[in-house]
C-alpha cells in the first residue's frame, strides 16, 4: 500500500519515480471511502493523511502567542534560563515577549536586591536603638512596594 510503501523508504531520499509509481499503486489498490474522514484500502488499512509536525520553531511560536505577562510574572522570581526551561521556551524569545510588552529587563536580579536591601533594613532596625526607626520603615515599605510592582510585572525596570 502507499502508507506502507512510503513508510518503508528512506523518507527525503524517495526519487520522483518511487513517488510516481506509489501513486499509480495507490489508486490502483482498490481504496474506497468508507466515511468522509477515514479511507481504507482492501486490507482494511486506514489511509488517512497525516498531519504534518510542527517544527519546534513553530510550536514555540504558537506556544509563546498565548502568553500573557501575568503568566510570566508568576516565574520572576527565577533567572531568565530558568524561568524559560519551566515556560519550555528559549530564554532569547522569553526576552522578546518581554520586550514586547514594555519591559526592558527581567526582573530576578532586581527583585532578589531589594530582598537584600530589605533584610538589611529590617536587621538595622532589630539591632538599633529606635533612633530614625520610621524613616527605615518608610523605607522598607517603599521597597515592598516597588518589589510587589516589579513582581506583578508592573514596571519595565
Known amino acids: 500500500s502507499l502508507a506502507n510503501s512510503l513508510c518503508t523508504s528512506a523518507g527525503p531520499?524517495?526519487?520522483?519515480?518511487?513517488l510516481v509509481e506509489a501513486n499509480a499503486n495507490f489508486f490502483q489498490s482498490g481504496v474506497?471511502?468508507?466515511?468522509s474522514s477515514n479511507m481504507i484500502d482492501q486490507r482494511g488499512t486506514s489511509l488517512v493523511p497525516v498531519k504534518p509536525i510542527k517544527s519546534s520553531a513553530a510550536a514555540q511560536r504558537e506556544r509563546?502567542?498565548?502568553?500573557?505577562?501575568?503568566?510570566?510574572?508568576?516565574?520572576?522570581?527565577?533567572?531568565?534560563?530558568?524561568?524559560?526551561?519551566?515556560?519550555?521556551?528559549?530564554?532569547?524569545v522569553l526576552k522578546k515577549i518581554c520586550r514586547r510588552?514594555?519591559?526592558?529587563?527581567?526582573?530576578?536580579?532586581?527583585?532578589?536586591?531589594?530582598?537584600?536591601?530589605?533584610?538589611?533594613?529590617?536587621?538595622?532596625?532589630?539591632?538599633?536603638?529606635?533612633e530614625g526607626d520610621e524613616g527605615i520603615l518608610m523605607e522598607i515599605n517603599m521597597l515592598k512596594n516597588e518589589r510587589a510592582q516589579l513582581c506583578t510585572g508592573l514596571l519595565g525596570d
Do not use: V, Y
Open 64 to 92: 509563546t502567542g498565548k502568553l500573557k505577562m501575568s503568566d510570566l510574572a508568576k516565574h520572576f522570581h527565577l533567572p531568565i534560563n530558568a524561568a524559560a526551561k519551566e515556560l519550555s521556551i528559549c530564554p532569547t
Open 13 to 18: 531520499e524517495l526519487s520522483r519515480n518511487h
Open 32 to 35: 474506497h471511502e468508507s466515511n
Open 101 to 130: 510588552n514594555g519591559m526592558r529587563r527581567w526582573p530576578h536580579r532586581k527583585i532578589k536586591s531589594i530582598g537584600r536591601i530589605i533584610a538589611t533594613l529590617e536587621q538595622t532596625i532589630a539591632e538599633g536603638a529606635g
